[in-house]
């Protein structure tokens, strides 16, 4: 008996540490002002992204002899942050910080999960509250990340209020009110 318990409870502590944590949802207007981004866009396309960490020192620890993996993928695993960015086809902008003004953006986020990634369905319409992708810590100059590389990518996550348009009709309306 005793052994069955602590197996339910070892594996209830590996799902709790794998799984998203927020602190709650804010508000909308909370929501609204602290972002950089706020629309109503149609997800158009998907593609699986990696963001490179040091990759020389990922050669220098990587073991020719090591079969079991070749470098790139030991330094896939190892090195690099692996996120989706969605294509999007604005449908009505409430917000957006940049000069930077298009009707097609990328919102790029996490693969869900533990690591709090919003699970975009292609063809669906969102609500998407986003921040600049330069704000992001991995976007650090030591990654070779530069402003104009970044401008019309926003992140997002599940710890915002992005959610399907159709379960959002009340954060609409309370936007259009902050907006007046």
């Not at 000069?99 to 975009?120: M, N, P, W, Y």
């Not at 990340?145 to 209020?161: K, M, V």
């Amino acid at each position: 008996m005793r052994k069955h318990l602590f197996t339910i409870l070892l594996l209830m502590i590996t799902y709790w540490s794998l799984a998203c944590s927020c602190d709650g949802r804010s508000k909308v207007s909370v929501a609204y002002n602290s972002a950089d981004l706020v629309v109503l866009a149609t997800v158009v396309d998907s593609q699986i992204i990696h963001i490179w960490s040091d990759t020389l020192f990922a050669r220098s620890l990587y073991n020719d002899s090591q079969k079991s993996m070749t470098y790139r993928e030991f330094k896939e695993r190892h090195f690099s942050i692996r996120m989706i960015d969605y294509s999007v086809e604005v449908d009505t902008l409430f917000k957006q910080d940049t000069i930077h003004q298009a009707s097609k953006l990328i919102i790029r986020t996490g693969l869900g999960g533990g690591d709090c990634g919003v699970e975009f369905e292609i063809g669906e319409s969102y609500l998407i509250y986003a921040y600049s992708e330069s704000s992001v810590v991995y976007t650090e100059e030591k990654l070779g990340r530069s402003e104009e590389e970044l401008q019309g990518i926003y992140n997002t996550n599940d710890c915002t209020r992005t959610h399907l348009r159709r379960f959002r009709k009340e954060d609409i309306d309370e936007i259009l009110k902050i907006k007046k």
